[in-house]
């Protein structure tokens, strides 16, 4: 049965929504992976500042279409290999 423009899909309903994020392109050497870093801020539990930690994630390129310095958003999925289970949505910005 062929989707009517304007239903849900019912397979991405079953699904769920999954975690999306956004960071910066580290390398593209890879065949059809990027390491994507991903920043953020955690509040230190005994002093209170608050200080800058970084996660750097094996994302899944089907085209090679990422570049180093470009800003992308990356999506949950399956795991692909020992230490790749996200894969690119989108190029938000590219890096001139």
């Not at 989707?3 to 999954?18: D, F, I, L, T």
């Not at 392109?25 to 870093?37: A, F, N, P, Q």
């Not at 005994?46 to 180093?68: F, I, P």
Request: include cysteine; charge should be positive.
């Amino acid at each position: 049965m062929a989707n009517v423009v304007g239903e849900p899909n019912v397979q991405s309903a079953k699904r769920g929504k999954r975690e999306c994020r956004v960071g910066t392109v580290l390398s593209d050497k890879s065949d059809k992976t990027i390491k994507v870093r991903f920043d953020y801020t955690i509040k230190h539990p005994k002093y209170g500042k608050y200080y800058t930690r970084s996660t750097t994630l094996h994302t899944h390129d089907e085209k090679n279409e990422a570049k180093v310095g470009d800003v992308v958003e990356v999506m949950a999925s399956r795991r692909m290999s020992k230490t790749k289970c996200w894969r690119l949505a989108r190029i938000i910005r590219s890096a001139s």
